[in-house]
């Protein structure tokens, strides 16, 4: 009798244990890669992410995000993360930012960092609505210097290509006033001399200050390497300090070339690779944000180069494919989402242009990726509304404006933002005027609730099917 009593029990717990285990292998961990050039709105992005996940998960508010949609997300927290080596993502101060009166956008990001929330949902399909009644989805964040993200084609070129493509930029007609003076000293610079190092710490810094004018002015992505404009915990060492110049010949080993060669071969080595190595690789999904505005005001020049930073940057991933990221550390990315990000300054019938247009910039990659198996969308979205859309009507005609408060203005207005191209326009088809979008302060919280466009569709592709 007691025997039997004992089997029985022994039975039931085997069967919880089992029970236990099969809905710990049916929860799942997704690590999501938010990827975009500095200012594309990575920080921001990953604020409204939790904000909206942890306390504005309704179904009004996120009607295309089927968990929420169909009430099957019980609720949303931030968990310990596993990685215990980065720093965690600051989201307290990020949203404080955003819910102050006035509202502010949080502080751009100097350095790696990690966050890691937790889905509770309940299941309506499949193996896992018999097993429990709730499942766990980890959903893991990475937040990084969109700086650094542009070393990653580094890995690809030797010092010699990554010189001749480099110094093009910095040729570009209309950034003269930004690189004349480096171009000066390049000139001047003798690069089969022996090693001097006060000479090339002169020309680095130079170089530096060439970037950091680049970066304030103009929204050039390929500024390299990244470490000089975010050093990160580089500041100062040499590793850091080089600078491209084109060859002429053979140099011998203790020659000014070869010390500049080495420092870039090191800077690959030693900062580059292990880099995305330890924080880059195996993520299962990757939204790229893309600031065509910014690109679209600043001119043809930069929209082309913006074009070749993406490819360039996207290819390294080459999910699914035999890129040089996928033979070093096995990426498993299989779907992949482009967005135009800040979508809320530009007029509301005009945003689907801006789709168009990154479909454009895009095909290519679009194109390989799918042949790689990967699950691919372009989006129009804006993760912080910063504009509400606003018609005027002016001697009987309907102008579509926004109204906001632009960043270099005390007051809110009403604007009519010029209308996006839908494809990529030639420099003679360019507008003579140029485009002007303007940037906004994010919109004030309506009783702690903060608006958005699209990130409802952005949640729904990048991690609904975890969530079924
Ligand atoms: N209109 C609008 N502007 C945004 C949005 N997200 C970011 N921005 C703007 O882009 C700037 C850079 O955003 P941030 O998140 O720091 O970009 P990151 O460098 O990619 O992390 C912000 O300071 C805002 O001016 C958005 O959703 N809408
Ligand atoms: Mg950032």
Redo the contacts with the bound molecule.
């Keep these: 009798m007691s025997v039997k009593r004992v089997t029985h029990k022994a039975l039931e717990k085997l069967q919880s244990k089992a029970q236990k285990t099969l809905q710990r292998s049916l929860d799942q961990h997704v690590k999501l890669a938010v990827t ?10 990953i604020t ?1 992410l939790v904000k909206h996940l942890t306390t504005q998960a309704n179904s009004q508010n996120l009607p295309f995000f089927d968990v929420i949609r169909e009430q099957r997300l019980i609720a949303c927290k931030q968990v310990p993360q596993k990685a215990l080596d980065i720093p965690t993502f600051d989201y307290t101060t990020a949203s404080a930012h955003l819910m102050q009166t006035p509202p502010s ?2 502080p ?2 100097e350095r790696i960092n990690t966050l890691t929330l937790a889905l509770k949902f309940q299941s309506r399909s499949g193996l896992r609505q018999h097993i429990a009644n709730d499942h766990t989805l980890h959903l893991e964040l990475i ?1 990084y ?2 700086e650094w993200l542009m070393d990653l084609p580094l890995l690809n070129m030797t010092y010699e290509q990554w010189s001749r493509a480099q110094l093009d930029i910095l040729s570009t007609p209309g950034y003269d006033t930004y690189c004349a003076a480096f171009l000066s000293a390049l000139n001047q610079f003798d690069a089969s001399v022996a090693i001097n190092m006060a000479e090339l710490d002169e020309l680095s810094a130079l170089y530096q200050s060439t970037l950091i004018q680049l970066k304030t002015h103009t929204k050039v992505a390929q500024l390299q390497p990244g470490r000089m404009l975010i050093p990160g915990d580089l500041a100062g060492a040499p590793i850091i300090q080089f600078f491209p110049l084109l060859t002429h010949g053979q140099y011998h080993d203790e020659s000014q070339y070869k010390q500049l060669e080495n420092r870039f071969e090191a800077y690959k080595k030693q900062v580059i690779m292990p880099f995305y190595k330890d924080h880059f690789c195996a993520f299962d999904r990757q939204l790229v ?1 893309v ?1 065509i505005l910014g690109a679209l005001n600043d001119g043809p020049a930069t929209l082309a180069q913006t074009k070749l930073a993406l490819k360039e940057t996207v290819g390294m991933f080459q999910h699914g494919k035999s890129g040089l990221l996928q033979r070093l550390f096995k990426p498993k990315i299989d779907k992949v989402l482009f967005a135009v ?2 979508c ?2 530009v007029a509301l019938p005009e945003q689907d242009n801006l789709t168009r247009l990154l479909h454009e910039l895009l095909c290519e990659q679009e194109n390989e990726l799918k042949f790689s198996g990967v699950t691919v969308d372009t989006m129009t ?7 509400q859309s606003k018609q005027v009507n002016e001697s009987g005609k309907t102008l579509h404006c926004v109204y906001g408060r632009p ?1 270099s203005e005390p007051e809110y207005i009403t604007y009519l933002p010029p209308e996006p191209p839908e494809h990529v326009l030639s420099a003679s088809q360019w507008p003579q005027e140029g485009f002007n979008f303007l ?2 302060y ?1 919109l004030p919280a309506h009783q702690g609730q903060l608006e ?1 466009i699209r990130l409802d569709h952005t949640l729904q592709f990048l991690i609904g099917d975890k969530l079924t």
């Design positions: 975009g050039f500095s200012g594309s709105g990575k920080t921001a992005f409204a956008w949080p751009s990001t937040d210097p969109g944000l600031d990000n800040k809320d300054a979205i804006s993760s912080v509304k910063s504009c960043l940037s906004f994010p958005h």
